[in-house]
């Protein structure tokens, strides 16, 4: 299908890698439960947002950079790591009898997300290793076969934060 060598298969792994626990689901599980739906909808965009900048970064060649470069790879893993570790020491940091001081107009979850989801090891590697096995070379793959991979992934990631939304509603 338009360059994508087994498309049932593909929508499955981005369903199976968006399951999988990791910082990109906690993000969203706190956006949902601090921020309500308006919380949950900014965190789900900010998740496609980095997922976008990632696979994008894999067609223009980051994924061999990266593969090439292991020093690059665990620079890129460190800071995702560093940045989880700000946004713990911050919660650690807050008194439990604080408001909470989030600003949903500054775009708070879709910031957060977007970052966590842009650092994450295991988008990374998804993006950089996985995603290129089902590119399909044999049919010359081009922009379309990567506009077509970028829409499923996000309607995927959009439909899978509105489910955790929809179990989290109150």
């Known amino acids: 299908m338009v360059g994508i060598s087994d498309y049932p298969a593909f929508a499955g792994a981005v369903i199976v890698f968006l399951a999988i626990p990791g910082p990109g689901n906690l993000a969203l599980l706190t956006a949902t439960a601090a921020g309500g739906r308006k919380g949950g909808i900014s965190a789900t965009f900010g998740v496609i947002a980095g997922d976008q900048v990632l696979m ?36 650690w940091r807050k008194n439990p009898a604080d408001a909470p001081i989030l600003d949903m107009l500054s775009g708070h979850f879709f910031r957060q997300t977007f970052f966590i989801t842009l650092l994450n090891p295991k988008a990374i590697v998804f993006y950089m290793a996985f995603f290129p096995l089902f590119i399909d070379v044999q049919q010359q793959p081009g922009v379309l076969t990567f506009a077509v991979m970028a829409t499923t992934v996000a309607a995927l990631t959009f439909l899978y934060g509105f489910g955790l939304r929809l179990v989290l509603q109150k």
Do not use: C, D, E
């Open 56 to 91: 994008w970064a894999a067609v223009a060649g980051l994924a061999a950079l990266l593969t090439a470069s292991p020093v690059w790879f665990a620079a890129m893993q460190w800071l995702g790591a560093l940045y989880l570790a700000y946004l713990g020491i911050q919660m």
